[in-house]
């Protein structure tokens, strides 16, 4: 059974950065990509960026310059780094694991809050 813990969210002012952790249990997750969600009270959860085991990454347009995310195999861990926050990047940020591939996540942590003040 993989875990996945997430940590690192918090209260930022507009402009600040956070950078979030997600350290996975039970299985190694190397070979597999990873991905970071996030739902904001009222709305959907969507998609933030993802890594693939090769390190390709991918990022929403609303992300796309200001946070990166990046993993490191050998603490089985993936990171997000958020600069240059805004207030509409608050949310409960989520990690996720594809194991059975094909775009879909079978794992999710419990999520860590982040809220960026104006």
């Known amino acids: 059974q993989v875990q996945l813990v997430e940590s690192g969210g918090g209260l930022v002012q507009a402009g600040g950065s956070l950078r979030l952790s997600c350290a996975a249990s039970?299985?190694?997750?190397?070979?597999?990509?990873m991905g970071w969600f996030r739902q904001a009270p009222g709305k959907e959860r969507e998609f933030v960026a993802a890594i693939t085991w090769s390190g390709h990454t991918y990022y929403s347009d609303s992300v796309k310059g200001r946070f990166t995310i990046s993993r490191d195999n050998a603490k089985n861990t993936v990171y997000l780094q958020m600069n240059s926050l805004k207030s509409e990047d608050t949310a409960n940020y989520y990690c996720?694991?594809?194991?059975?591939?094909?775009?879909?996540?079978?794992?999710w942590g419990q999520g860590t809050q982040v809220t960026v003040s104006s």
């Open positions: 039970g299985r190694t997750l190397s070979s597999n990509t």
């Open positions: 996720a694991a594809s194991v059975v591939g094909g775009g879909r996540y079978d794992y």
